[in-house]
Protein backbone atom coordinates (compact mmCIF):
# COMPACT_ATOMS: atom_id res chain seq x y z
CA UNK A 1 0.00 0.00 0.00
CA UNK A 2 3.06 2.55 1.13
CA UNK A 3 4.37 1.70 -2.56
CA UNK A 4 1.24 2.75 -4.39
CA UNK A 5 0.80 5.65 -2.71
CA UNK A 6 4.21 6.32 -3.46
CA UNK A 7 3.71 5.70 -6.68
CA UNK A 8 0.71 8.11 -7.05
CA UNK A 9 2.46 10.91 -5.42
CA UNK A 10 5.30 10.83 -7.68
CA UNK A 11 2.86 10.12 -10.79
CA UNK A 12 1.18 13.79 -9.61
CA UNK A 13 4.31 15.03 -8.57
CA UNK A 14 5.31 14.35 -12.32
CA UNK A 15 2.41 15.76 -13.87
CA UNK A 16 3.00 19.41 -12.36
CA UNK A 17 6.39 19.51 -13.53
CA UNK A 18 5.07 18.04 -16.93
CA UNK A 19 2.12 21.18 -16.82
CA UNK A 20 5.71 23.50 -16.33
CA UNK A 21 7.77 21.77 -18.52
CA UNK A 22 5.71 20.02 -21.24
CA UNK A 23 9.17 17.57 -22.07
CA UNK A 24 7.49 14.06 -22.28
CA UNK A 25 10.66 11.87 -22.21
CA UNK A 26 11.71 13.98 -19.23
CA UNK A 27 8.40 13.00 -17.10
CA UNK A 28 8.49 9.37 -17.98
CA UNK A 29 11.49 9.12 -16.60
CA UNK A 30 10.31 10.84 -13.47
CA UNK A 31 7.39 8.98 -13.12
CA UNK A 32 9.29 5.26 -14.06
CA UNK A 33 11.93 6.71 -11.11
CA UNK A 34 8.98 7.40 -9.04
CA UNK A 35 7.84 4.16 -9.03
CA UNK A 36 10.81 2.39 -8.55
CA UNK A 37 12.10 4.59 -5.56
CA UNK A 38 8.84 4.00 -3.84
CA UNK A 39 8.79 0.07 -4.24
CA UNK A 40 12.63 -0.20 -3.49
CA UNK A 41 11.98 1.99 -0.18
CA UNK A 42 8.96 0.14 1.15
CA UNK A 43 11.20 -3.39 0.55
CA UNK A 44 11.11 -4.89 3.63
CA UNK A 45 14.68 -6.35 4.28
CA UNK A 46 16.47 -9.59 6.41
CA UNK A 47 15.25 -7.38 9.77
CA UNK A 48 11.49 -6.67 8.41
CA UNK A 49 12.14 -3.09 8.47
CA UNK A 50 11.79 -0.62 4.93
CA UNK A 51 13.58 2.57 4.63
CA UNK A 52 10.02 4.10 5.37
CA UNK A 53 9.68 2.05 8.13
CA UNK A 54 13.15 2.85 9.80
CA UNK A 55 12.53 6.41 9.17
CA UNK A 56 9.56 6.97 11.35
CA UNK A 57 11.55 4.94 14.18
CA UNK A 58 13.79 8.17 13.58
CA UNK A 59 11.40 10.28 14.12
CA UNK A 60 9.56 9.27 16.79
CA UNK A 61 13.19 8.62 18.55
CA UNK A 62 13.87 12.27 18.27
CA UNK A 63 10.34 13.11 19.37
CA UNK A 64 10.74 10.98 22.71
CA UNK A 65 12.48 12.16 25.74
CA UNK A 66 15.89 12.87 25.66
CA UNK A 67 16.95 13.89 28.96
CA UNK A 68 17.03 11.68 31.98
CA UNK A 69 16.71 13.64 35.36
CA UNK A 70 18.69 11.88 38.25
CA UNK A 71 19.72 12.40 41.42
CA UNK A 72 23.99 12.57 42.30
CA UNK A 73 24.17 10.37 45.39
CA UNK A 74 27.53 9.72 47.25
CA UNK A 75 29.12 6.55 45.66
CA UNK A 76 30.69 5.56 49.04
CA UNK A 77 27.48 6.49 51.29
CA UNK A 78 29.14 9.46 53.07
Known amino acids: MQSVIGSLFG ?3 AAVIWLFSRNVAFTVVMVLTAIFGS ?3 CTKDQNNQSVV ?3 G ?3 RFAKSQQIYPYRALSEWGE
Open 53 to 55: DQI
Open 11 to 13: GAL
Open 57 to 59: NMI
Open 39 to 41: VMM
